[in-house]
């Protein structure tokens, strides 16, 4: 099942909970239906249908001395095509700074500026 047709069968509850998921690039279950603003038991169930729909990644984890379950999204949720210009990958993505004065960086602009 496409991530889009997946998609248009959810309620609005669970289009809610992907989109905080999705904003927030993750979030601890024990919060993530207080954020929703419903039950434990709903939350719960709305977290299973996402995680059923592989729309969400579920893995358990310990938070403020409790076992939950640490909610993010799918990685074929992110779009990586933001990173790229034409082949090339960003001189942002990395832990050095980027020198804006560089060739590198002015030839990724370049050809972000030629993209279609």
């Not at 991530?3 to 904003?23: F, N």
């Not at 954020?35 to 709305?46: A, C, H, P, Y």
């Amino acid at each position: 099942m496409s991530t889009t047709s997946a998609e248009e069968k959810l309620d609005e509850d669970e289009r809610r909970g992907l989109a905080l998921i999705r904003e927030t690039g993750g979030i601890h279950q024990s919060n993530f239906w207080k954020e929703l603003d419903v039950s434990s038991r709903k939350g719960s169930r709305i977290v299973d249908t996402l995680s059923e729909k592989d729309l969400i990644n579920r893995d358990e984890t310990v938070y403020e001395g409790h076992n939950t379950y640490y909610l993010s999204p799918t990685a074929k949720d992110l779009d990586f095509s933001l990173l790229m210009a034409g082949d090339m990958l960003s001189p942002f993505v990395g832990d050095e700074e980027v020198n804006p004065q560089s060739d590198l960086f002015s030839q990724w602009v370049m050809n972000l500026a030629y993209e279609e």
